[in-house]
């Protein structure tokens, strides 16, 4: 299978006042078109930047990175933000819902950036809320869901502009085990029958085995695989 993701030799420095601190050291990644990637590793060791980088939120300092035949390390900060709204859907551990709209105006909002009309908008919003389960639930604000269905709410919003990338960064860390369990098998048929390629940070052993490879991190350096660890 084709390479969604490439990443040779990537470096990202921080400056704290006159200290350097270099959070991932020459890291080399391929991730397959369609593969559920999780990324796990003590905290502080990289994950969420590297995380960070293949979404486009942050630049490296160093190395190249392309997804999908785009060398995204060489855009500048225009560009890249233009990208990120037509290539990749997020999710986040806290659910980052306007309190004041309902669901299916909140799904709406990416689409707020692109040049479609009202009734198209509302139509993938509903679409999008069918895909998560919550077509029921389009009028409801975020204080009338569960912390789960919240948590749908806005992997309905990240799938709504049909992107290239999901990446979700800890999506079961404030759920119950329960409401993960049904995050995670959403994750799953978004992966198996409607293609979405995912990369998912996560500290829950039981959440990155539902993916099917993962990697760890330790320090800044990609230090095993699942197949190194079964050889």
């Known amino acids: 299978m084709a390479h969604l993701i490439e990443i040779r030799d990537l470096s990202k420095v921080y400056t704290r006042g006159k200290q350097k601190v270099e959070v991932l050291h020459h ?21 969420t930047t590297l995380l960070n980088l293949i979404g486009g939120l942050d630049a490296p ?27 990749v859907g997020f999710v986040f551990q ?10 299916q105006r909140n799904v709406e909002l990416p689409l707020l950036l692109t040049k479609l009309s009202a009734s198209e908008r509302k139509k993938r919003a509903a679409i999008a809320l069918q ?8 009028s409801h604000k975020p204080t009338e869901l569960s912390g789960g269905q919240q948590q749908r709410v806005s992997i309905a919003r990240a799938i709504v502009s049909d992107p290239t990338l999901l990446v979700c960064d800890e999506p079961t860390g404030d759920l119950d085990r ?12 978004l992966n198996r029958e409607h ?13 990155a085995s539902r993916a099917r490879h993962t990697l760890h991190l330790d320090k800044g350096t990609l230090v095993t695989s699942d197949a190194a660890a079964a050889a």
Not at 39 to 44: D, F, K, V
Not at 94 to 103: E, G, I, R, T, V
Not at 195 to 207: E, L, R, W
Request: aromatic share 4%; glycine share 12%.
């Open 94 to 103: 806290f659910y980052n819902l306007m309190p004041m709209l309902s669901a």
């Open 131 to 138: 895909l998560v389960g919550l077509a029921d639930r389009a």
């Open 27 to 47: 890291i080399d990644l391929d991730v397959e078109q369609g593969d559920f990637l999780a990324l796990m590793g003590p905290s502080g060791s990289g994950k």
């Open 178 to 189: 329960e409401s993960a369990e049904g995050v995670l098998a959403l994750l799953g048929t």
């Open 61 to 87: 300092t160093g190395g190249t990175l392309s997804v999908a035949g785009q060398r995204i390390d060489q855009l500048k900060p225009t560009a890249l933000a233009r990208w990120r709204s037509s290539q």
């Open 195 to 207: 293609g979405k390629t995912i990369v998912m940070v996560t500290h829950d052993p039981k959440a």
